[in-house]
């Protein structure tokens, strides 16, 4: 049965049932300043895809252009979300004048108003067409920018395996490169969750995972994104929940090690108290994703 349904396991849409029929202005005075637009675009083959796209405010040449491609976890919808979201961009750009910031959440095919069904191969074409989207959107609006532009990737929980995924699987040379990963409550690969969500040698879960269509693994991506983006590495910053009750904290300290290991520049926080979907809702959780994502750009830029 896990193997049969997995995809409808893995992704929950209709979690919570009016999910998908939410509207952004529902949650727009929540988002106090920050206006957000939905997009429609075509995935790779053809699937209408919905984005949500903050305002860019104080545009300037000298500036900075930032974007941040969001990758929400496995549940609900984009609205919903928009306001912690919002309060962290807030942050962000009230710290940094020196970038300009838009950030894109992805909607992936089965979700909100996108279409189709959800499913590892169907999202990996959709979070590219978003880059490529990304590319384009730069193109039109920064055509005279002094500065070169910062493409960063924010993931939470399953959303980080898609970050991953996208930076290291992305080959479109024409695209805008991919200059660092903020990851929100990751876990290393789908394999090793099974394991933790089904410790029980008697049960048979843990052992279906060569079976399954979803394989997750941002352990094995960060050595292709270690490859990929030498001799300037990438950096990856991970905002893990000190009292997650689904992913265990040795996925954070491994994923950390990892990184030290293939010589990719690391950071890890971790939000004392939090359970897996409060770290963007803690206060500490808001300032630590803000403050990489500061941290990021500012490597970027110095490179």
């Given at each position: 049965?896990?193997?049969?349904?997995?995809n409808?396991?893995?992704?929950?849409p209709?979690?919570?049932?009016?999910?998908?029929?939410?509207?952004?202005?529902?949650?727009?005075?929540?988002?106090?300043?920050?206006?957000?637009?939905?997009?429609?675009?075509?995935?790779?083959?053809?699937?209408?895809?919905?984005?949500?796209?903050?305002?860019?405010?104080?545009?300037?040449?000298?500036?900075?252009?930032?974007?941040?491609?969001?990758?929400?976890g496995?549940?609900?919808?984009?609205?919903?979300?928009l306001?912690?979201?919002?309060?962290?961009?807030?942050?962000?750009?009230?710290?940094?004048?020196?970038?300009?910031?838009?950030?894109?959440?992805?909607?992936?095919?089965?979700?909100?108003?996108?279409?189709?069904?959800?499913?590892?191969?169907?999202?990996?074409?959709?979070?590219?067409?978003?880059?490529?989207?990304?590319?384009?959107?730069?193109?039109?609006?920064h055509?005279?920018?002094?500065?070169?532009?910062?493409?960063?990737?924010?993931?939470?929980s399953?959303?980080?395996?898609?970050?991953?995924?996208?930076?290291?699987?992305?080959?479109?040379?024409?695209?805008?490169?991919?200059?660092?990963?903020?990851?929100?409550?990751?876990?290393?690969?789908t394999?090793?969750?099974?394991?933790?969500?089904?410790?029980?040698?008697?049960?048979?879960?843990?052992?279906?995972?060569?079976?399954?269509?979803?394989?997750?693994?941002?352990?094995?991506?960060?050595?292709?994104?270690?490859?990929?983006?030498?001799?300037?590495?990438?950096?990856?910053?991970?905002?893990?929940?000190?009292?997650?009750?689904?992913?265990?904290?040795?996925?954070?300290?491994?994923?950390?090690?990892?990184?030290?290991?293939?010589g990719?520049?690391?950071?890890?926080?971790?939000?004392?108290?939090?359970?897996h979907?409060d770290?963007?809702?803690?206060?500490?959780?808001k300032?630590?994703?803000?403050?990489?994502?500061?941290?990021?750009?500012?490597?970027?830029?110095?490179?």
């Amino acid at each position: 049965m896990l193997v049969v349904f997995q995809n409808t396991i893995i992704y929950n849409p209709f979690m919570p049932p009016d999910a998908r029929s939410l509207e952004i202005a529902d949650y727009g005075s929540q988002c106090r300043g920050v206006t957000w637009r939905k997009e429609m675009i075509k995935s790779l083959d053809g699937t209408p895809i919905a984005l949500c796209v903050s305002d860019e405010v104080e545009t300037h040449p000298s500036r900075t252009p930032v974007y941040v491609l969001y990758f929400q976890g496995n549940a609900s919808s984009l609205p919903p979300r928009l306001p912690e979201i919002s309060s962290i961009l807030r942050r962000v750009r009230d710290a940094d004048k020196s970038a300009s910031y838009t950030v894109i959440g992805v909607s992936y095919r089965g979700y909100w108003k996108s279409h189709d069904r959800p499913s590892e191969k169907g999202i990996n074409l959709d979070i590219e067409a978003a880059l490529q989207w990304v590319t384009r959107l730069h193109e039109n609006t920064h055509a005279n920018s002094q500065s070169k532009p910062v493409v960063l990737l924010w993931g939470q929980s399953v959303g980080c395996g898609f970050a991953s995924n996208l930076a290291a699987n992305t080959t479109d040379q024409s695209n805008l490169p991919i200059r660092g990963m903020v990851l929100e409550t990751p876990f290393t690969n789908t394999r090793a969750m099974l394991q933790a969500l089904y410790p029980q040698k008697w049960l048979p879960y843990q052992y279906l995972w060569p079976f399954l269509r979803n394989h997750l693994d941002t352990w094995k991506n960060l050595e292709t994104v270690a490859q990929k983006s030498r001799p300037q590495s990438m950096p990856i910053y991970i905002v893990e929940a000190g009292n997650d009750e689904l992913v265990p904290q040795t996925h954070g300290e491994m994923l950390t090690a990892r990184c030290e290991e293939l010589g990719l520049p690391v950071q890890r926080y971790t939000v004392r108290k939090a359970l897996h979907n409060d770290v963007s809702i803690r206060q500490a959780g808001k300032q630590a994703i803000a403050d990489y994502i500061r941290s990021a750009v500012a490597a970027a830029q110095a490179k």
